[in-house]
């Protein structure tokens, strides 16, 4: 996968191209790619503005559309094909899962981290094609949340990770939070690892921590499985979690509700 970043704090992303994480064996193992453009070098005068007061008064300082589209086609010109281009910004549609997957599929994509107040609305119409949100909160500029998605859609490209199941396995993948995890040692401050997992029953296991899956989504994330329809085995793996819970419901799931309450 080739991608860009435009940045005018383009040394933050040393952090993903320095050879450590995720995002650096991607890169050290040819499956990402990633260029870092500073709009400061296609700016106009001596002093590299890339900023300027909002028309209409108010606070802050907005980036100018010039410089950000220059380096936008230095990005689209170096590609090796056409791009699509990723702005994140509050406004965005919520990033997750299931927009990482459809990013990982795609070939080439040019990231626009904005800063100060905002960026040039004539920018985004015009240029932009997909706006993404990590969130309902500000950062103090885009690079983080481009860095996380970026680390986000690595882990995905096949070769990656070590283990080709790791991906698949994880939190949000099939739509429900992770189950717990245990290592090494058996017993740790007093408690110890569930006895089905030394067990060597791999059906077992299986169905524990698909259990367990469920039940700490019902937890922790009710709104999940609210989303979703759960098949019959589901359904009786959640229903043996709740009436073996040892702590309270979640609070907006009333107490004592049935399944068909909770997944409907």
């Known amino acids: 996968m080739w991608t860009a970043a435009i940045s ?13 994480g995720v995002v650096g064996r991607a890169i050290a193992r040819d499956l990402l790619s990633l260029r870092v453009i500073d709009p400061r070098d296609h700016a106009d005068d001596r002093h590299a503005t890339v900023d300027d007061r909002p028309y209409g008064g108010g606070p802050g300082m907005v980036m100018k559309a010039e410089p950000l589209t220059r380096a936008l086609d230095e990005a689209r010109a170096m590609a090796p094909g056409s791009v699509t281009t990723v702005f994140v910004s509050p406004q965005g549609r919520r990033f997750d899962h299931r927009v990482a997957l459809e990013l990982a599929g795609m070939d080439r994509l040019v990231f626009v981290a904005g800063r ?15 706006e993404l949100s990590l969130g309902d909160f500000v950062l103090s500029g885009g690079e983080l949340a481009v860095m996380v998605v970026l680390d986000a859609v690595a882990r995905l490209l096949p070769g990656t990770l070590g283990n080709a199941e790791s991906a698949g396995a994880e939190s949000h993948a099939d739509g429900l939070l992770d189950h717990p995890h245990f290592t090494r040692p058996a017993s740790f401050g007093g408690e110890a ?6 067990g060597g029953d791999h059906g077992a296991v299986a169905r524990w921590r698909r259990r367990e899956a469920l039940g700490r989504t019902w937890q922790k994330r009710p709104d999940l499985l609210a989303a979703r329809a759960l098949d019959a085995d589901d359904r009786r793996l ?3 979690f709740i009436a073996n819970a040892s702590f309270d419901a979640p609070v907006d799931v009333p107490v004592g509700a049935t399944i068909a309450d909770t997944t409907e």
Do not use: H, N, S, W
């Open 8 to 20: 005018i704090f383009p040394r933050m992303f040393d952090a993903l191209t320095g050879g450590d």
């Open 116 to 130: 100060y107040e905002g960026v040039d609305e004539r920018f985004i119409r015009r240029e932009v094609d997909l």
């Open 193 to 198: 690892v569930p006895d089905v997992l030394l």
């Open 238 to 240: 959640l229903q043996e």
